[in-house]
């Protein structure tokens, strides 16, 4: 029989939401929500064919048992630790620096699973790195993000805004200008970033003030994955190149 996929950062997020909000104490399997979240990561749409091929893929008592990796691993935790691994620690360490944000990661997830939403979009081959790993937040948020910015409708009209307000379109961290450099095959193009992760600015629809322009390479930095880390706003990633500079 097939064992089951390892535990991605996407399940992670919602199995650590979980512990947080138990006061980081594990959940037993006769928990309601311990099995409200095997449900949920059965049908997430990650791991295609896994909850028909593998019978115990995240059953309850898998996701019982990841819990207490997540609460005994905690640097407070008195007692002997679970093994564990290294995407577990990544999600403690998440939670304990930042989280309200992760909370809100962990909750944007579910309404985007909850709507059916995250069901229609396709997988995205920016959504995981060179290494396959993701944002700390997991792959199907960026999924999400990266839909929405590459909706040719909204794009449009970000570009005619900057253009009514006399803005030149050039690229907001590093002031790359396309027309500049490829003349008339350049001129009018650019790309556009949320400028807030969607679990931060809010499940609604995009305004146009929700995005930055990017040339194409700080675009893929803004999205580059970082162990243990979430991906970056434009204004972070402007202060990793001053950071660098000589």
């Not at 104490?25 to 006769?30: D, H, P, S, V």
């Not at 590459?150 to 253009?163: D, E, H, M, V, Y």
């Amino acid at each position: 029989m097939p064992r089951s996929p390892a535990w991605t950062h996407d399940e992670l997020l919602l199995a650590c939401a979980l512990v947080v909000e138990n006061g980081w104490n594990e959940l037993r399997e006769g928990d309601l929500r311990v099995a409200d979240l095997s449900d949920l990561l059965r049908s997430l749409p990650i791991h295609e064919g896994a909850a028909r091929a593998i019978p115990k893929f995240r059953s309850i008592g898998s996701v019982s048992r990841k819990t207490s990796d997540l609460a005994s691993n905690h640097p407070a935790y008195v007692g002997t630790p679970t093994k564990g691994g290294r995407l577990d620690r990544e999600m403690i360490s998440a939670f304990i620096a930042r989280p309200t944000e992760m909370l809100l990661a962990a909750a944007a997830l579910r309404q985007g699973i909850g709507t059916g939403e995250l069901y229609s979009i396709p997988q995205d081959p920016d959504e995981l790195d060179d290494e396959g790993s993701s944002a700390v937040e997991g792959r199907l948020l960026t999924r999400w993000a990266l839909h929405r910015e590459r909706n040719r409708g909204l794009r449009a009209r970000k570009i005619a805004q900057a253009t009514k307000l006399g803005q030149p379109l050039q690229c907001e961290v590093c002031y790359f200008d396309f027309g500049s450099i490829y003349g008339d095959l350049g001129t009018g193009y650019i790309e556009v970033h949320h400028r807030l992760p969607l679990h931060l600015s809010g499940r609604r629809e995009t305004r146009l003030d929700d995005l930055a322009l990017l040339c194409a390479n700080c675009h893929r930095m803004c999205h580059r994955s970082r162990a243990g880390e979430s991906w970056r706003t434009p204004s972070a990633l402007r202060a990793e190149i001053v950071k660098s500079a000589p």
